[in-house]
């Protein structure tokens, strides 16, 4: 199994509130991807990286913003949550985000806003 | 807009085959992912395919009609533990991946 881990695992928390999710790994790959995964929807891009300090905004991107200071850490903030994110968050890693190259994903993250 | 379509929800028996559908219209194909996700868990990758035709791993196959934007997931000799949703995604011209909202594949005895 790649070596990719987020943390939380769950969290409850309150409309307004900021929240950062964390997606660490250990398998030094380039690409690190940030998705929302919601009942009656495919999983939604909301980041990427493809490098150090190199980000970009994916599909649902409003509210979030993103980190990447390490090849092994990404970070996901929410600047002030709603209820609307709440939702299931994973992170996924590749080698190389322009080929057949495929996505590893983390255990994901429950999110609540209540 | 780009959109991946795939049944919600399947019933299939033990030790039968299943085929699972996906139809797609996307900007650009750079190749089309299947995925399995068990229930809570994350999605693992099954198969990618990027000419046409069928490729076979194990009990699994997977299609592909780029001409018809067109693929299916194929499971013989269905088990218990393939209970699972399968998702279908298509690396679009910005090499993004769009996903499909997944069919759930219910497995009886």
């Avoid at chain 1, 590749?94 to 190259?101: H, L, Y």
Wanted: hydrophobic content about 30%; aromatic content about 12%.
């Amino acid at each position: 199994d790649a070596g990719i881990t987020q943390s939380p695992r769950h969290k409850v928390t309150e409309t307004g509130t900021p929240v950062t999710l964390r997606c660490h790994q250990t398998e030094n790959h380039r690409y690190m991807y940030w998705y929302r995964q919601d009942p009656g929807h495919g999983l939604r891009l909301i980041h990427y990286s493809y490098g150090v300090k190199d980000t970009d905004k994916g599909e649902v991107s409003d509210g979030y913003s993103v980190s990447r200071s390490k090849t092994e850490d990404f970070l996901l903030t929410l600047e002030s949550a709603t209820s609307s994110q709440t939702s299931v968050y994973f992170c996924a890693i590749s080698e190389d985000g322009t080929s057949g190259n495929e996505q590893f994903f983390g255990p994901g993250t429950r999110l609540t806003v209540l | 807009g780009q959109n991946i379509d795939q049944p919600t929800e399947m019933t299939a028996t033990e030790g039968a085959i299943v085929q699972i559908n996906c139809t797609y219209q996307t900007s650009g194909f750079n190749g089309l992912f299947w995925y399995q996700q068990h229930a809570g868990e994350a999605p693992t990758f099954l198969s990618y395919n990027v000419l046409d035709g069928l490729e076979e791993k194990g009990r699994f196959s997977s299609f592909l009609s780029r001409s018809k934007g067109y693929s299916y997931l194929l499971l013989k000799e269905l088990q218990m533990k393939d209970s699972a949703s399968y998702l279908c995604a298509v690396l679009d011209s910005n090499y993004q991946l769009i996903w499909g909202a997944g069919t759930k594949l219910i497995i009886k005895p």
